[in-house]
């Protein structure tokens, strides 16, 4: 079964450094997302992107965060200047066009702040 | 009121026991709705889809009111390996799909 993939698993930075975690979401599907969930908390979205721009974001996605999908594979989230606070489980997702189908989850990328 | 609420629990129950997670959401717009399960430190994974006839896939009974703006997840024969916390997820209408997800309802089956 095709499956959304993501990397590092995990990756650890100093705090101030930028970070780019990606994901190839499963090669069919046209919308992608970002969610992120700090540890014991709930899963909380980030961003969607379709057609090559964002579709939709949350108050959280604000402007240290931006999203890209450099080529017909991949798609990226970067983080400009991360904070203590970025810690977090960031996950990726994907769902073709289709009405009413669910969104398919990447196994995420743990995000350590130091 | 919250955008999707779920009862956190957690709900420790034993094997074999029938157990039921109830989610209401507060947008009547919403046009699809999901339950996932989520292994501690992993990604949610797709459970079931919720239709408005309400459905069923095995052990796992989903239902739909949307008069009342309600979602449900019945459980039969608790199994071990389904000790796991229990999203609701409901999704705004449009192509977009904004996706939002309750706080989830941790259930511990035990033996």
């Known amino acids: 079964e095709p499956e959304v993939t993501q990397t590092p698993s995990h990756q650890v930075t100093q705090m101030g450094q930028e970070v780019i975690l990606r994901c190839v979401p499963i090669s069919n599907h046209l919308y992608f997302y970002w969610y992120r969930q700090i540890l014991g908390q709930k899963v909380e979205f980030l961003v969607s992107?379709?057609?090559?721009?964002?579709?939709?974001k949350s108050e959280i996605f604000d402007d240290q965060f931006s999203v890209e999908r450099p080529d017909g594979s991949n798609f990226t989230l970067k983080i400009r200047s991360t904070k203590l606070e970025d810690s977090a489980m960031y996950f990726c997702?994907?769902?073709?066009?289709?009405?009413?189908?669910?969104?398919?989850f990447g196994d995420g990328t743990r995000l350590s702040i130091l | 009121r919250k955008e999707v609420e779920q009862d956190p629990g957690p709900f420790n129950v034993p094997e074999g026991a029938t157990v039921a997670f109830n989610c209401t959401y507060s947008n009547s717009a919403s046009q699809s709705f999901f339950w996932y399960r989520q292994d501690c430190r992993k990604e949610p994974k797709l459970l079931m889809s919720?239709?408005?006839s309400g459905n069923e896939d095995g052990r796992f009974t989903a239902q739909l009111n949307r008069a009342s703006q309600y979602i449900s997840l019945l459980i039969r024969d608790s199994k071990l390996s389904d000790s796991a916390t229990y999203l609701c997820?409901?999704?705004?209408?449009?192509?977009?799909?904004?996706?939002?997800f309750g706080t989830g309802t941790k259930l511990q089956v035990i033996p």
């Open positions: 919720v239709y408005s």
């Open positions: 997820v409901v999704t705004s209408s449009g192509g977009y799909q904004k996706v939002t």
């Open positions: 997702a994907s769902r073709d066009d289709r009405g009413g189908q669910p969104q398919h």
């Open positions: 992107f379709y057609n090559n721009e964002i579709s939709e």
